[in-house]
């Protein structure tokens, strides 16, 4: 039977996450469980090194590169020692050449195989899919890097969280870093702003892993695959749809469902629906492109629905997108036999999903475009 | 019939012609602004970081009024090399969306259309380059600084005129230009 594994992730360095770990070997020790530190980086923190004492760690294996010696796992060691638990840093490490494999995380999969259980621990930043969005927030890219389905397959996910002040406080009594580096740490990479970022980015992550947990596979719904498709939609949290036509007014309606889905965590869908046969050409093509091009700006996905019923094309695409919030423009006032008719939010609540919120954003006061 | 009668009949018909002429003018004219083509003349205001001149921008709400041309307000993100060009830009994002917004307002309240555009570039000339392929314009307004370092350079303002297809329109920084419209609202230069 494979191993579990528990992954303790954190804004930055310095957080606690290695502290943490250490500090849950101990109990698990302290239960009767054979634990031993497969690796472990102190990076020169007197409190962790201390913390260590007491467990059992495998001795690293030294590696010569490039005229360096360098320390890494010793992953034949760690499996011929097989204890039940493994304490393993640094989930996004890049093992030396000549190792086993290129990356730790690798390591840590033939740990699992072998029935061992597992601690580790990364930073969110190092998360493949979040590195892009964490590099322009900071300005800092780090290279190495793991795909987010490592953390998927992680049984626990604990998030250590440190608000930025008490960081910046921990950087300065040095318990992060030695001495003649604080001061370009806080020059560089630990701003307050950088750290609030990081921090969302971090607690987004760990909301979105603790929702995937949550999915419900039911049994009566063809294969494991199409049960876990059919469920994802549910299981990713709030995700808005933003009704735009292709006219320069539907700018402002993105503007305002951009900032609420940045606010909620949410993914943002523009949904146009089109009527049959209406060529997408001139003025309209040019409208379509800006809102294409929008959505790309904003990370969001743009679609086009051909559907000559407005209400019945973006309840399909409500449904389809797991959409919880939908956001629609404000009509004009309906003229004639329009006013009798049922206005749209209505129209829309009945025809989506229960649960599925409706919102309008006013029309600006003056002339629109 | 009586006169009394006839002078009632006469003056509903009146009145009934001057609501039906009302009407129908009403309607044409409603017919007429919504055939009005779209953006038959379009000026374009390329700005870059959280604040825009308020003489610039009152500028080209000033031409686009008279003009009945729509106002292009764009803001231009640059793009680190470490980035994909094309990538999504939350954190420029976040800085465009609130300018674009009190553009817009101010834009509103002196009647003038807006169609704003947020353009991605390795610096703010090639995103202008890449705004001026894409769109068509009759003009460009673009606020000159004093500022070494902010907004356009002086290579840049060059450029523009050498390579713009259209009418291009330098405002030369003033001194007693001292407001800026920001996210926020107006704030006067310290």
């Known amino acids: 039977m494979a191993g579990r594994l528990k992954v303790f992730i954190g804004m930055a360095a310095g957080v606690g996450k290695t502290y943490r770990m250490l500090q849950e070997g101990h109990a698990e020790r302290e239960a009767g469980r054979d634990v031993a530190i497969g690796y472990m980086e102190p990076h020169k923190r007197p409190e962790t090194s201390a913390l260590a004492d007491g467990l059992e760690t495998v001795p690293r294996r030294r590696v010569t590169y490039r005229s360096t010696d360098l320390e890494e796992m010793d992953l034949p060691a760690l499996l011929a020692r097989a204890p039940e638990l493994a304490l393993i840093d640094e989930l996004a490490h890049t093992n030396a050449p000549g190792a086993e494999h290129e990356k730790r995380y690798e390591d840590v999969r033939d740990v699992l195989a072998a029935g061992i259980d597992v601690f580790s621990t990364v930073n969110v930043q190092h998360l493949e899919s979040l590195n892009d969005q964490v590099t322009e927030l900071t300005g800092t890219r780090v290279r190495e890097t793991i795909p987010d389905a490592v953390l998927g397959e992680a049984d626990e996910v604990v998030l250590i969280d440190l608000t930025p002040e008490a960081l910046i406080e921990r950087l300065r009594a040095g318990k992060v870093y030695p001495g003649e580096n604080i001061e370009a740490a806080l020059g560089n990479f630990f701003t307050v702003e950088n750290l609030l970022a990081l921090r969302e980015v971090a607690l987004r992550q760990v909301a979105q892993e603790v929702e995937a947990k949550r999915l419900v596979v039911e049994a009566s719904l063809g294969t494991r695959t199409e049960r876990v498709a059919a469920e994802v939609p549910k299981a990713v949290g709030e995700r808005m749809l933003a009704l735009v036509r292709p006219q320069p007014s539907s700018q402002r309606l993105v503007r305002r469902a951009w900032r609420s889905s940045q606010r909620l965590g949410a993914p943002l869908d523009l949904l146009w629906v089109k009527p049959p046969g209406q060529p997408i050409e001139g003025e309209v093509e040019r409208q379509v492109t800006a809102l294409r091009h929008l959505a790309s700006v904003l990370g969001a996905t743009f679609l086009i629905e051909e559907s000559d019923n407005l209400v019945d094309g973006a309840a399909r695409v409500a449904r389809e997108r797991g959409t919880t919030y939908i956001m629609v423009g404000e009509s004009e006032s309906p003229r004639g036999l329009a006013r009798l008719r049922e206005p749209l939010p209505q129209r829309l609540m009945r025809a989506t999903p229960a649960g599925v919120d409706v919102r309008i954003v006013a029309r600006r006061e003056g002339k629109e475009e | ?190």
């Open chain 2, 1 to 190: 019939m009586p006169v009394g009668i006839e002078h009632l009949l006469i003056a509903v018909a009146l009145v009934a012609g001057l609501i039906g002429g009302y009407l129908i003018a009403r309607s044409r004219l409603r017919g007429r602004r919504s055939e009005r083509p779209q953006a038959i003349h379009q000026i374009l205001l390329p700005f870059t970081g959280t604040e825009i001149s308020r003489r610039a921008l009152d500028a080209a709400l000033r031409l686009a009024r008279a003009e009945e041309a729509t106002l292009m307000p764009a803001y231009l993100a640059a793009v680190p090399k470490r980035l994909p060009l094309d990538c999504a830009i939350p954190a420029e994002a976040a800085k465009a969306m609130p300018m674009l917004e009190a553009i817009e307002q101010r834009a509103a309240s002196q009647d003038v259309s807006v169609d704003s555009r947020i353009e991605r570039g390795r610096s703010y000339r090639h995103a202008l380059e890449r705004l001026l392929s894409r769109e068509s314009f009759d003009r460009v307004v673009v606020p000159a600084t004093a500022e070494a370092g902010a907004g356009f350079s002086g290579d840049d303002l060059v450029w523009l005129l050498e390579k713009a297809p259209a009418e291009v329109l330098i405002l030369r920084p003033d001194p007693e230009d001292r407001r800026f419209v920001t996210a926020n609202g107006s704030r006067a230069a310290a």
